[in-house]
């Protein structure tokens, strides 16, 4: 299975995600040996994120990564998921930084960046949900 090049950053790495079942052609898990036909779509998950992708072309060759992207094509569904997601974890790593004080400088120019880009508001940091256990908070 050649995903090395486009997805992952060696070969043992993407035989990695196979052997962890972050992988599917099909609907089905695969081994490393699973060859791929033009049609297949492949199903993984790479840093907790979706990929759906159906191949269009194949190279028996390495080629630059312009010319790899030119041999599959993504699903909108997911590539929009993982956009919202992505944005979904921006929001919380600023908000949820320093969830008890005020927001640095370097904070409130991020936020004020996001607001502009998505035209969203973020919602304050709730202290009752705070990520530390229950038996671990103070007592007032």
């Known amino acids: 299975m050649a ?3 486009t997805f992952f950053k ?4 993407a035989q990695k995600h196979i052997e962890l079942g972050r992988v599917q052609v099909n609907g089905s898990k695969v ?6 036909d033009i049609g297949d779509i492949i199903d993984l998950t790479l840093n ?17 990564a312009h010319e790899a992207r030119l041999l599959y094509e993504e699903d909108a569904k997911t ?4 956009e919202e997601c992505k944005q ?3 929001f919380s790593r600023i908000t949820s930084a320093h969830p008890d004080g005020r927001p640095t400088k370097r904070d409130r120019r991020q936020l004020d960046r996001l607001k502009k880009e998505t035209g969203k508001t973020i ?3 709730n202290r009752s949900t705070n990520r530390v256990p229950p038996h671990f908070r103070r007592h007032s």
């Open 31 to 36: 081994k490393n040996s699973k060859t791929i």
């Open 48 to 64: 907790s994120l979706p990929h759906k992708i159906k191949v269009k072309g194949l190279n028996h060759q390495r080629r630059p």
């Open 10 to 13: 060696t070969r043992s790495l």
């Open 88 to 90: 979904l974890d921006q």
């Open 79 to 82: 590539a929009a998921l993982r």
């Open 3 to 5: 995903l090395g090049g």
């Open 123 to 125: 919602p304050a940091a």
